[in-house]
């Protein structure tokens, strides 16, 4: 199944059982054994964040988005949440600066299915056009409700307060003018439209609930 990462220390109150694993991929893998619970569950948190948008900021919460809307093995963008919605599931995600974090839980019958079709999003994702453009609204209206919110606004003075230059200073929610980027520019600049501020939506998204 793959390589064995030795012991996991654990606290002697914690009566669950877990072992770590190398697969031959080289995914690292945690498994949790827990009797008690009446959910399975899979997380999976990938080593890109915010900070690696380059030129386009918000690209990464943008991507997060979209791995949730059709894949090659499962085309039908809502295939995901109606498999878990029907049994006892539910999922989410979150951008952070350096990972990007997916997740689920489900009734454990149930897992082997889930996983599957959790696992086609870091395969073979879509992107359809479609529903690229509705995604590219969903941030650019994320980050319209972040512009009223005190602890967005006290996020991005943090942001704002760092070294010139540094990728923690970058707008990392995005918006449609990040997103859409010099096309954008282009058309507004030929209506005599200004520059993108882009600073004041906040950060990436947290806990935004899936259907």
């Known amino acids: ?26 995914l690292q893998v945690l498994l949790i054994h827990d009797p008690t619970t009446d959910k399975a569950s899979a997380a ?30 499962y085309p039908d963008e809502q295939a995901y949440s109606k498999y878990l919605n ?22 454990p019958g149930f897992l082997e299915g889930a996983l599957d079709r959790f696992a086609q999003f870091f395969i073979s994702p879509l992107f359809t056009d479609s529903a690229t453009a509705r995604e590219m609204q969903a941030v650019d209206s994320e980050n319209n409700k972040n512009l009223q919110n005190d602890a967005w606004r006290l996020h991005q003075i943090h942001c704002a307060s760092a070294k010139p230059g540094h990728p923690l ?43």
């Open 1 to 26: 199944m793959g390589k064995d990462l030795g012991r996991i220390e654990q606290s002697p109150a914690d009566d669950r059982t877990y072992r770590a694993l190398e697969l031959e991929n080289g």
């Open 44 to 73: 999976m948190s990938v080593g890109v964040g915010s900070l690696h948008d380059g030129d386009v900021e918000g690209l990464a919460h943008f991507c997060e988005h979209m791995l949730f809307l059709g894949t090659e093995k």
């Open 86 to 107: 029907q049994n006892g599931g539910h999922s989410n995600a979150y951008t952070d600066m350096d990972h990007t974090c997916y997740f689920f839980s489900v009734l």
């Open 169 to 211: 200073g970058r707008f990392r929610c995005g918006s449609l003018k990040t997103l859409l980027g010099r096309s954008l520019a282009r058309r507004e600049g030929g209506r005599g439209g200004g520059r993108e501020g882009g600073r004041e939506g906040g950060g990436e998204e947290r806990g935004r609930k899936r259907p």
